[in-house]
């Protein structure tokens, strides 16, 4: 049996009156996910639990089936497992975003996609402007870099996704409890050191946004998690991705790590050498998951249009091959979800259920019709308990 999972990442959405009161799903032409919506089923999965922040690092964990009330330390120890960070159990780990903040608003939590050379040298000058003991920067993918704290102090704090507050004062969100006044110290020396930094003024001046300063969040000690072999009796994982917070997951799980050339967070993205990879790899391992970020992005920039576009080049140039791929093996089944709604109307990630659909070996179709959060609602099936899902999908649809 093969299995391919694929997720446009931030996709499900509300009805938006710039598309005629459809969804960006319903908008957009995508003849291959209906086709897997008309040969299988759709519904409606809860991957964000009560209690959670909707992010990509719970629900991804929820939907490849373990339980975040369970195995959820934080979304910055994922991407530490991606960069093969070593932790300990007392050390912290923060997730550190280059973020554009103007007159103290909270502009563009990504720094306006900063690339990953500009992010070297600023978090470079950081590490080396800042003498903490303990204390290590580690540069990621563009705006995604991370804090490593292996000191003393004793940290317990609260902190806010920036993607959670756009066009909102920052002081509302600083870093709050004990342990606090380290990070606004470093929050604080960021500031300083890239108001007049070289970087930001070219930046500038090709009407980029600058990094104006680093943002703290998403903190915790390195999770405990089981191998997906043990848990489900499926061998080879492969996890194709350009987020590092899923690299981190992947390599949690066991799986391998897939690098595709030219793959980005943002609709600039190599979508066809995804697709073609993302096909390839069926024949090495026994499930592939292949993550595209391109319509979060688009989400929180409020980008209908560029949202639009993304999921019709998923559908197009991933899901069209890899269905394509998959029909040549005896057995197969394709799932389709977006991990969680990110809505353009707030710019932020939603916690609506998410749609999935998928089709295959087994798969019953009980009613014919085109993916999307209408025709997913009406359906009937719902997934309160979005962990179950996987289990739900390896058995082709029954519970
Ligand atoms: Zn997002």
């Not at 317990?156 to 959670?164: A, F, I, L, M």
């Not at 409020?302 to 999921?311: C, F, L």
């Not at 140039?317 to 998959?326: D, F, I, N, R, T």
């Amino acid at each position: 049996m093969k299995y391919a999972i694929i997720i446009p990442d931030g996709a499900a959405d509300e009805p938006l009156k710039e598309l005629g009161g459809k969804t960006p799903i319903e908008a957009a032409h995508t003849p291959n996910m209906d086709w897997v919506a008309q040969h299988g089923r759709q519904g409606l999965v809860r991957t964000v639990p009560d209690g959670f922040e909707s992010g990509s690092d719970v629900a991804t964990m929820c939907l490849l089936g373990y339980d975040p009330k369970k195995y959820h330390t934080g979304r910055a120890p994922l991407e530490a497992a991606a960069q093969q960070i070593p932790l300990s159990a007392s050390d912290w780990v923060f997730r550190c975003n280059l973020v554009t903040v103007v007159d103290g608003i909270m502009k563009d939590h990504s720094a306006g996609g900063i690339s990953n050379a500009e992010a070297q040298r600023l978090i470079g000058d950081l590490s080396r402007a800042i003498d903490v003991a303990g204390l290590e920067f580690h540069t990621g993918v563009s705006y995604r870099n991370l804090m490593v704290y292996r000191g003393h102090e004793a940290i317990d704090v609260t902190t806010k996704p920036p993607h959670e507050f756009p066009e909102e004062p920052t002081s509302k969100y600083l870093p709050r409890g004990r342990g606090a006044d380290l990070l606004l110290g470093i929050i604080e020396k960021s500031q300083e050191l890239y108001a007049h930094h070289e970087i930001n003024d070219v930046r500038r001046e090709t009407g980029h946004n600058p990094a104006t300063q680093v943002w703290l969040w998403g903190q915790g000690h390195a999770p405990d998690m089981p191998s997906f072999r043990s848990r489900f009796d499926v061998a080879r994982g492969c996890m194709i991705t350009g987020v590092d917070l899923l690299r981190g997951l992947a390599v949690l799980l066991g799986w391998d790590v897939h690098e595709v050339e030219g793959m980005t967070s943002f609709h600039d993205t190599n979508y066809a050498g995804q697709g073609v990879e993302t096909a390839r790899m069926l024949d090495k391992y026994d499930l592939v998951f292949s993550h595209v970020e391109s319509p979060d992005e688009a989400s929180h920039q409020a980008d209908w249009r560029t949202k639009v576009d993304a999921i019709e080049h998923i559908d197009k140039h991933v899901v069209g091959p890899v269905l394509e791929k998959l029909r040549t093996f005896p057995e197969w089944r394709l799932l389709v979800l977006p991990d969680h709604p990110t809505n353009i109307a707030t710019r932020k990630h939603g916690y609506a259920p998410t749609l999935f659909t998928m089709a295959g070996t087994g798969v019953q179709c009980p009613r014919p019709l085109p993916y999307n959060e209408r025709n997913a609602a009406a359906s009937g099936l719902r997934i309160e308990h979005g962990h179950e899902l996987m289990e739900y999908f390896l058995r082709g649809g029954s519970r």
